[in-house]
T-cell receptor, first 111, second 116 residues
């Protein structure tokens, strides 16, 4: 039973476009929501994370939008580049303990 | 930033043998480390939580006698796949939480295990 539901499974975006990935959760006890980027054959790397007391966080081209009432959060990748082609995972945890991962989204950026 | 080193990055072993994978936190102490398994094009599946100086906590359905975890120091956790079989072939990834960080988890680079 996946505690964090992620969509879409994959997406293709043109260079310079915006990639949007959505995640939804049920457990209101979650208090930490990170996004990870994973390249083939590598471990995930933290991109950006948010806590529920903030509705939006931006770091460079990456923005998390968080909607506590809807129990949803999303990742926006602005000005997508070919180097952004990777698999992205949303996740959630309680009290900085075990992470529950979404199913992942494969992003392909076409030059 | 926090760095987690995982070794080896890939290993091929014969069916019936055991393989040990090491996970080290290089510049921070980690009282808790996590071990994941990932199948191709799938998400990370948590196998167990490794606690320094105590027994690991295994997720439901994970055989503790097959996947032995030892966390003998604040910077090293090991996963030993015992009596490996082809179905154990997978990508294994460890992570550690820097207790001094703001809830950040750092992942190792993963180990590709192939059992032949």
């Amino acid at each position: 039973q996946q505690q964090v539901k992620q969509s879409p499974q994959s997406l293709i975006v043109q260079k310079g476009g915006i990639s949007i990935i959505n995640c939804a959760y049920e457990n209101t006890a979650f208090d930490y929501f990170p996004w990870y980027q994973q390249f083939p054959g590598k471990g995930p790397a933290l991109l950006i994370a948010i806590r529920p007391d903030v509705s939006e966080k931006k770091e460079g081209r990456f923005t998390i939008s968080f909607n506590k009432s809807a129990k949803q959060f999303s990742l926006h990748i602005m000005d997508s580049q070919p180097g952004d082609s990777a698999t992205y995972f949303c996740a959630a945890s309680i009290n900085d303990y075990k992470l529950s991962f979404g199913a992942g989204t494969t992003v392909t950026v076409r030059a | 930033g926090a760095v987690v080193s995982q070794h080896p990055s890939w290993v091929i072993c014969k069916s019936g043998t055991s393989v040990k994978i090491e996970c080290r936190s290089l510049d921070f102490q980690a009282t808790t480390m996590f071990w994941y398994r990932q199948f191709p094009k799938q998400s990370l599946m948590l196998m167990a939580t490794s606690n320094e100086g105590s027994k690991a906590t295994y997720e439901q359905g994970v055989e503790k006698d097959k996947f032995l975890i030892n966390h003998a120091s604040l910077t090293l956790s090991t996963l030993t796949v015992t009596s490996a079989h082809p179905e154990d072939s997978s990508f294994y990834i460890c992570s550690a939480r820097d207790s001094g960080g703001a809830g950040g988890y750092t992942f190792g680079s993963g180990t590709r295990l192939t059992v032949v």
